[in-house]
């Protein structure tokens, strides 16, 4: 397929969304008063807990912000997936995008692209208004690294948001197994507070999820500066999850796709 033909799909894609972002602009409102009014809680929190609290040699405040942050706009970013999905067949459009020239999991993916861009937009305002509003401006962050790390992050939320798809195709219910992986990913992966505060066999648990290496590599780079070097376990790890993840989820896309189009529900929702 070629690239001008992908950029034009996907041009198109995220012109329709953001029209339709500007249609219903008081949902994105709401959701800027529920960010500001989360990070007033996350602040007023920190002071409560006070400076002693310095989970993996942090100070609280920024620790909880990039943690929360970067959680909600990976997730957000698996959940898009599922919502292309199921969108598409409540309108009763999935049929025809599916039988399209272009490879159903690439077309999947371009209307996450545009997700992705718009929640990593939210990203940057909520980091930014914590970071500068609340007075927790890092000192010398590792750009480099947060990139790294933010790459392949988004290649396991891809290949995980594919098989959310993929359970929306065959069960209906995408949105809530995504919701049932949120919520325990969110306990153990150190979003509000350090992984090694969990018992023994949690710690090993969480070791197994991506999100926990997404998470603990952002907060090194970005708030500690940590070097390449330093980064390496948590890049290996996402590394070796994406090359594992990516083909997997693929493989049962295609696989759960072609059974619903056998068995006739392909539209179902």
Known sequence: MKLASLADKMAAIARRDLLTTLRYR?????ATGGAAAELAAFYFLARAIGPGFRPDGMDYFPFVLVGTGFYTFLIAAINSFQHIIADAQQAGTLEVLMTTS?????????????????????LIFYLGAGFLVFGATPANSNLAGCAIVLILSLAVAAALGLLAAALQLAV?????????????????TGTLFPVTALPAPLRVLAQLLPLTYSLNGMRLALLHGASLATLFPEVLALTLFAAVLIPFSLLVFSYTLQRARLQGTLSFY
């Open 102 to 122: 272009t490879p159903p999991p690439v077309l999947v993916s371009l209307g996450a692209i545009s997700a992705f861009a718009g929640n990593g937009l939210y």
């Open 26 to 30: 008081n949902g994105f409102l709401l």
């Open 172 to 188: 209906q219910k995408g949105s809530a197994v995504v919701w049932l992986f949120a919520s325990g990913t969110w306990f153990l």
